[in-house]
């Protein structure tokens, strides 16, 4: 496959996952054509040498690994880890207010959204509702809407003189309202809960929900030779599915060690959840992998001390506008090759042995590498890597591929990077 075919699948990838439970959904799809077995953390599991397995957690995570035919004692874990969710708006429980005869949804912001760029989009709905069926139990379905159906209109530039040269702001509590129908009076139910009720059939009552705000807008190549790409939630469905498809190649899957795919919700707002990375979620599944082959109470221990962690998110690439904000030292480029990331505060995992680990992986895949540092003074973002790093005692590294417009509604990263990435994964996985 070229770089412009694993780019359009990775598209797809993305199109297809327009909340974090959409995207374990995609996930568990693509498992099953290589025979991955669903687990169940309420049961009981038997693992056998070479088996493919993976467990969901909270819908929105998911663990996948392959159960080396070593004992883990003896040759540590592979993992890879990225995160499910992205910036964006999310629906409240009282979910509409009628002003004006115009229905407009009620929103919170999720993490650290570019509000501007979510204004004068074709605007949609995705996500998990919760409800009772006729005979009073409680279900839940997926919901995707892939028609527009929301919009945040802008502020005409004549009743906002000054946009040009104070910025677009939205006020996070009175202006992100998004329309979303045109009544004459109180409807009920209101067009939102018709619109829900219209994807679930089996709904008698609809009680909650978990809806994620999209751009209805497909992926899209771009530049004079297509060399760049497009789309929301780049950051970080990219991470995501360059590990899995590393994965999921035979000569990768038939690996004597336990390789693991680790791919959390909740990154974005801090991971503090039950099936955040700060939850106990791959704690709790590399035990239960540890116990299938373990001869000693020591045996999870000195699995943990041979295994390595690729925490994968993306990395700022140099913006030839804002020259002002990188460290001149420490740019990376877009289509020249992986990032390795570094921060002495520990905001990502790297040190110096970590960071020698992966250029090697590099090197083998012939893979360029280039190295981003954080200017002095401006806060340091951070990844999954210190937390699962610091949870488990494993030794990390924290990678990712160069993109611009980071946590916007459209975001931008290069063809040529992303091939790269699943090259060297692979290479980890395999080595």
């Not at 006729?134 to 028609?147: C, M, N, R, S, T």
């Not at 004079?224 to 497009?230: K, L, M, Q």
């Not at 020698?356 to 012939?366: H, L, V």
Request: with cysteine; proline share 3%.
């Amino acid at each position: 496959m070229n770089a412009q075919q694993t780019v359009q699948n990775l598209l797809d990838f993305i199109d297809d996952s327009p909340s974090p439970w959409h995207v374990v959904k995609t996930i568990e799809a693509q498992l099953a054509t290589f025979q991955f077995q669903r687990l169940y953390e309420t049961e009981t599991w038997e693992l056998e040498n070479g088996g493919r397995y993976y467990v969901v957690r909270g819908d929105s995570s998911v663990v996948i690994f392959v159960h080396g035919k070593k004992a883990v004692a003896e040759s540590g874990f592979k993992i890879i880890g990225a995160h499910t969710d992205s910036p964006s708006l999310r629906v409240k429980p009282n979910p509409t207010t009628t002003i004006a005869g115009l229905e407009r949804l009620n929103v919170e912001t999720y993490g650290g959204a570019i509000l501007a760029t979510f204004s004068d989009r074709d605007l949609s709905l995705a996500g998990r509702v919760n409800y009772q069926t006729a005979d009073g139990k409680l279900a839940h379905d997926l919901v995707y809407f892939q028609q527009p159906l929301l919009r945040l209109p802008n502020l005409a530039i004549h009743l906002n003189r000054g946009v040009n040269e104070d910025g677009l702001k939205f006020q996070k509590q009175n202006e992100l309202g998004l329309i979303l129908a045109n009544v004459s009076e109180q409807l009920l139910p209101s067009p939102f809960l018709k619109l829900l009720q219209s994807q679930l059939p089996n709904a008698d009552k609809i009680l909650a929900w978990d809806l994620n705000v999209y751009d209805t807008q497909k992926g899209s190549f771009w530049g004079a030779n297509n060399e760049f790409f497009a789309n929301g939630q780049i950051d970080n469905l990219a991470s995501c599915h360059a590990a899995l498809n590393a994965l999921l190649d035979e000569s990768v899957l038939n690996n004597d060690s336990t390789l693991v795919c680790a791919f959390f919700d909740h990154e974005e707002v801090g991971s503090k959840s039950c099936h955040g990375a700060s939850g106990s979620f791959l704690t709790d599944t590399l035990q239960r992998i540890n116990t299938a082959t373990s001869q000693s109470s020591q045996d999870f221990a000195r699995a943990l001390a041979r295994s390595f962690l690729i925490s994968a998110d993306m990395a700022h690439a140099y913006h030839p506008s804002f020259p002002q904000v990188y460290d001149a030292a420490h740019t990376v480029h877009i289509n020249q090759g992986v990032v390795i990331k570094v921060n002495v505060n520990q905001r990502y995992t790297s040190d110096g042995v970590s960071e020698a680990m992966f250029m090697r992986w590099c090197n083998q895949a012939n893979v360029p590498y280039q190295m981003y540092s954080h200017r002095n003074d401006l806060p340091c973002g951070s990844t999954i890597g210190s937390l699962v790093s610091a949870k488990l005692g494993v030794r990390g590294v924290d990678v990712g591929n160069p993109m611009w417009a980071m946590h916007s509604c459209r975001e931008s990263a290069g063809v040529f990077d992303h091939g790269a990435m699943i090259a060297v994964m692979k290479q980890f996985l395999k080595n």
